[in-house]
């Protein structure tokens, strides 16, 4: 049973998690495991991304995958003969383990037989909605987005300013043109002060040169039930696929109002060894079991490399 969305803190009910694509960042490894199951310390990436959806007070993850990747989905299903078996050997730490992603949030499956874009991926989610749903968060599992929080805080946002929201952060001139670019408005001083901006337009992986600033989209999106109708009216844009950020850009230019969330935090890229490496090393040390023996295993590590 769905709860009404006045059941909802946040007033999200659903978020929306992209995770069809191949993985080629991270060859070999995803040719038969999902990026998103690779683990951060001992917890595949889509679980922080349930855990995230589930803070935010919403009830269902609408999970676009692709015909080869269910076993992203499997990770929400109960275990019986495991959880028997590790219920019968009295490891109760393990058993909270195990059933930790299933007690989180509802999961809801959604194919994408075709990779078309981060456009068409979201836009397949709106099957799965109520009518009593006028906005999405979409979160993309690639991006860690630390502290944990920033969607709650773009919920404010909505709250005060209606239409869609999203996150950003600022990125180095050769980095542009990697990401979804913000071209910003005026906006009132107490809201600037809050790292809060109005979008007046937004461009798909632009050159340094066409670049309208450096603050770039970094995977959370709250967005108004408009975007469903926007993107059926895209036609393809950066490399050949349907863009989510045209669909936006498409919004704001019939008026729609579209603010961003400076986040001042962390952002690590999971889609890749070079970003996920840090990130799990940055969780490692935090952890309670693992922490001091990672800490003196990684300063060793270092030292050792700076000496070589
Ligand atoms: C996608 C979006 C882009 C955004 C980025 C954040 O790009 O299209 O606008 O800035 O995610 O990670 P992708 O990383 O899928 O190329």
New binding site residues.
């Given amino acids: 049973m769905n709860l009404p969305i006045s059941e909802h803190i946040n007033a999200v009910k659903t978020v929306v998690v992209p995770a069809a694509?191949m993985g080629t960042r991270f060859l070999p490894a995803t040719k038969t495991v999902p990026k998103e199951l690779l683990p951060v310390v001992d917890t595949p990436g889509i679980e922080l991304i349930a855990k995230e959806a589930a803070d935010l007070g919403a009830t269902r993850m609408a999970i676009i995958t692709a015909p080869n990747k269910q076993g992203i989905l499997k990770h929400f299903d109960s275990f019986p003969e495991l959880e028997a078996t590790l219920e019968a050997r009295g490891k109760t730490g393990q058993l909270e383990k195990v059933r930790a992603a299933g007690k989180l949030i509802n999961t809801v499956p959604v194919e994408q037989d075709q990779p078309l874009g981060?456009g068409h991926a979201v836009g397949l989610a709106e099957a799965v909605l109520d009518d009593d749903e006028d906005v999405i968060a979409v979160m993309?599992p690639?991006?860690l987005v630390l502290p944990f929080g920033v969607t709650e805080r773009m919920a404010e946002v909505r709250a005060k300013f209606g239409g869609s929201v999203l996150a950003a952060i600022e990125v180095a001139e050769d980095e542009v043109s990697?990401?979804?670019i913000f071209e910003l408005g005026d906006i009132d001083a107490e809201s600037e002060k809050e790292g809060i901006r109005r979008v007046v337009g937004m461009v798909?992986?632009p050159a340094l040169a066409d670049a309208p600033s450096h603050l770039?989209?970094?995977?959370r999106y709250l967005l108004d039930r408009a975007i469903f109708d926007a993107l059926r009216r895209i036609a393809p844009g950066a490399g050949g696929e349907l863009?989510?950020?045209d669909a936006i850009a498409l919004l704001i230019s019939e008026g729609h109002p579209v603010h961003i969330v400076i986040h001042e935090g962390k952002r690590h890229?999971l889609?890749n060894p070079a970003g996920y490496i840090p990130a799990v090393l940055y969780f490692g040390l935090r952890h309670e079991e693992y922490g001091p023996h990672i800490l003196r295993a990684a300063k060793e590590i270092l030292a050792e490399f700076e000496a070589e």
Avoid at 216 to 219: L, S
């Fill in positions: 694509g981060l993309l690639d991006d990697n990401y979804g798909e992986k770039a989209a970094t995977g863009q989510l950020t890229d889609g």
